[in-house]
């Protein structure tokens, strides 16, 4: 079961994921902003460096969860559900220091709330031109009410990682992008949500890792 707070209201029943630097469309939501990650040009442009945390905790049962967002719907990215993170800061020395930046203002915690387990190799969105940090992180607190920032963040989603690795969630979609070309992208369908995209990419890989006791978590 996914746990879903709109603003800072208590967490409720939901679901989802989706990619931290593109959101899809397909023809049933002609609404939602445009996605960009999938065409196929390799960029040329110098990327912008941002980095992503991925916040595991256990819950009372030992069920091992992870916390999503949803942003807001303005910008290029409005709508979307992500793991928490930004760009990099001049303030930021490293690219841990902008995850966890990043998460504690999306989220609402202090750098004592989490702690970062493991970095992994960054990945270069498709399109949108971004070179992304994952960082591994694990909280030790999680608020019964959450207080995301309002400015980015529309709500916080709370999910059990067994549901996002359910076989049954898993497909294949054909998504428009700005270009007006269609593309069949790998999916997962969780509640109602749609997941792919680089939030897929990296979680694809780390979910069964983390479900298997590889981190800390």
């Known amino acids: 079961m996914m746990r879903r707070v709109t603003g800072a209201s208590e967490p409720t029943s939901a679901s989802s994921l989706a990619s931290a630097s593109e959101r899809p469309t397909d023809r049933t939501d002609m609404s939602a902003t445009e996605p960009t990650e999938e065409p196929t040009e390799e960029p040329t442009e110098e990327p912008t460096p941002a980095a992503v945390l991925l916040p595991f905790y256990r819950d009372d049962s030992g069920a091992l ?6 942003r807001t719907p303005y910008g290029r990215h409005g709508g979307q559900i992500a793991l928490p993170g930004g760009k990099r ?18 989220l609402g915690l202090a ?8 970095g992994l190799a960054p990945l270069r969105t498709r399109s949108t031109g971004f070179q992304v940090w994952p960082f591994i992180g694990r909280l030790h607190r999680v608020p019964t009410r959450w207080q995301p920032g309002e400015a980015e963040v529309a709500s916080v989603l709370d999910v059990r990682v067994t549901e996002l690795l359910d076989p049954a969630a898993a497909g294949e979609q054909d998504m428009e992008f700005a270009d007006q070309v269609r593309h069949r992208v790998p999916v997962r369908r969780v509640a109602g949500h749609t997941v792919w995209g680089l939030t897929l990419r990296i979680l694809e890989p780390v979910l069964p890792l983390a479900l298997a006791g590889e981190y800390p978590v």
Do not use: F, G, K, N
């Open 65 to 70: 969860r992870l916390i999503l967002i949803e």
């Open 111 to 118: 750098p004592a709330d989490l702690e970062v387990l493991h």
């Open 89 to 106: 800061e001049p303030v930021d020395e490293t690219m841990r220091d902008t995850a966890v930046r990043e998460t504690c203002e999306e």
